[in-house]
């Protein structure tokens, strides 16, 4: 079923839902089963898979001398949306990428997606890879997220890359794209973002999941910009509970987002990262709280391959 129809059929009840990592190539499914079983007693309609791009690395060829090569360090995506959607019964959402395709690749993946069942995409751009400072479009694929949604809803309208085909079957894909409730780290300004964010519902996109964000009233001032601006999809607030204390720098030098000074001091008093965990897990359940009584379609975390934590907050929640 698509989010949007999940989120109609709820009726104004929050949903729960969450986004998980593929495991490092060289790993089984079976941790990823694991930390999936303890949170399907609180009953997500979809789980959302991320999708990494190539990586450059060097092996060493011996002789003194590095061999340049691309990777992919966490494959599968769609292999995994196709496996938990088989074992939960739930319905599954494969992030794709502008970043290291190009548009047949794409177009590739979204029939497989097609034949499998899979009615949801999440449209990204993706970032720049490790060695680049800025995001460079791959040749012969999307520049922006906004291009890969314009992709998606043509194949909704039964049109193709090439048409050289016959029959034109029409698929009929949900499209998540992503919103910046503290603006994306490239933009300009908050204004500019949004003008983007609503490019890409023109282009067909059907909702919105946010950045993680740790104050509240930074989501509930971007859903009134965003509605303002003539956005007029849900818009899924997307909640990290922050986990180590590495994150104080980690999450603004990586997401450019600002993290409020009284979660900031309860960090820093923590002994140990246990301690964190858990002060991460008290924040991300009275943000939870507040934002179920402000009547939002779904509680999204990010889980980060570990569930732990997020199954005590949805235990709280749900
Ligand atoms: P876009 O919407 O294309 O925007 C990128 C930048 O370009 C913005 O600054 C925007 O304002 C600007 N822009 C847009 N259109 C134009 C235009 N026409 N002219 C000039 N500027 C423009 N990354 C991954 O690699 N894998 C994942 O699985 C993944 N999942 C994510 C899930 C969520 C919910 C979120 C919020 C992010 C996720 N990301 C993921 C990160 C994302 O790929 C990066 O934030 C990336 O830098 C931007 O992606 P986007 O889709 O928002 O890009």
Not at 34 to 59: A, G, H, Q, W
Not at 284 to 305: C, D, N, R, T, W
């Amino acid at each position: 079923m698509k989010i949007t129809e999940h989120i109609k059929k709820a009726n104004n009840k929050t949903l729960f839902s969450f986004e998980i990592i593929p495991p490092k190539k060289g790993n089984n499914i079976q941790e990823l089963y694991d930390n999936i079983d303890s949170l399907m007693e609180f009953k997500p309609p979809f789980i959302d898979v991320t999708t990494s791009r190539e990586e450059l690395i060097y092996v060493d060829k011996g002789n003194g001398l590095l061999d340049r090569r691309t990777t992919r360090t966490r494959p599968g995506t769609l292999g995994i949306c196709a496996a938990i959607k088989h074992k939960y019964d739930v319905d599954t959402v494969p992030h794709v990428l502008c970043g290291g395709f190009t548009k047949e690749e794409t177009e590739y993946l979204l029939v497989d997606c097609d034949y499998l069942g899979i009615q949801n995409v999440m449209a990204l751009r993706g970032d720049a890879m490790g060695h680049q400072k800025y995001f460079e479009a791959t040749k012969g694929g999307h520049p922006f997220a906004k291009d890969l949604v314009s992709q998606i809803n043509d194949l909704n309208s039964g049109k193709y890359l090439h048409d050289v085909i016959e029959t034109n079957h029409k698929s009929d894909f949900c499209i998540g794209v992503a919103g910046y409730p503290e603006k994306h780290l490239e933009s300009p300004s908050l204004q500019t973002d949004l003008k983007h964010l609503k490019e890409k519902v023109d282009a067909g996109a059907d909702y919105v999941v946010t950045q993680m964000f740790f104050d509240n009233q930074k989501y509930f001032e971007f859903v009134k910009a965003a509605k303002e601006a003539g956005i007029n999809v849900p818009i899924i607030p997307g909640i990290k509970p922050i986990a180590v204390k590495r994150h104080l720098q980690l999450l603004p030098q990586v997401f450019r987002i600002d993290l409020p000074e009284t979660l900031i001091s309860s960090v820093k008093s923590c002994k140990t990262n246990k301690d964190v965990r858990q002060v991460g897990v008290e924040w991300a359940i009275q943000q939870s709280k507040e934002l179920l009584a402000a009547g939002v379609p779904v509680l999204h975390y990010y889980s980060m391959g570990k569930s732990d934590n997020i199954g005590k907050i949805a235990s709280a929640i749900f």
